[in-house]
Nanobody, 123 residues
C-alpha cells in the first residue's frame, strides 16, 4: 500500500520559514516526478512546485525565489523549504507523486496523494 505522509506544517509569522517533508512508503519513487500542491479555503488546489527524478525543478510564479523543492531518493522523501512566507501562502499543503518521470502541473496528472499539512502564516 502506497502512502505519502506530510509533516512540518504549522503557524508562522509573515517573513518566517517552514520546511515541509513528504515521506513515501509502499514503493520507491526515485524514478518518478513528485510535486507539492496547496489548497486554500474556497479555492481550487494549485500547483506549487515539482521535481523531476533527475532533481530538476519547476515552480509556480507566486513562490519562485522563495520556495525550494528537493528530494532524497535514498530516504524516499521530498522536501519543500518555504522562506519569506506571506499570509497568502496560508493553505493545506499536499504532496503528490505520479507514475511518470516528468513534472506535471495539474492535480489529475498525479496518482498518489498525502493527507495534507496545514500551513498558516499570520500577518
Amino acid at each position: 500500500q502506497v502512502q505519502l505522509v506530510e509533516s512540518g506544517g504549522g503557524l508562522v509569522q509573515a517573513g518566517g520559514s517552514l520546511r515541509l517533508s513528504c515521506a513515501a512508503s509502499g514503493r520507491t519513487f526515485s524514478r518518478n516526478a513528485m510535486g507539492w500542491f496547496r489548497q486554500a479555503p474556497g479555492k481550487e488546489r494549485e500547483f506549487v512546485a515539482g521535481i523531476h527524478c533527475s532533481g530538476a525543478s519547476t515552480y509556480a510564479d507566486s513562490v519562485k525565489g522563495r520556495f525550494t523543492i528537493s528530494r532524497d531518493n535514498a530516504k524516499n522523501t521530498v522536501y519543500l523549504q518555504m522562506n519569506t512566507l506571506k499570509p497568502e501562502d496560508t493553505a493545506v499543503y499536499y504532496c503528490a507523486a505520479r507514475g511518470q518521470t516528468y513534472i506535471a502541473r495539474r492535480p489529475p496528472d498525479y496518482d498518489y496523494w498525502g493527507q495534507g499539512t496545514q500551513v498558516t502564516v499570520s500577518s
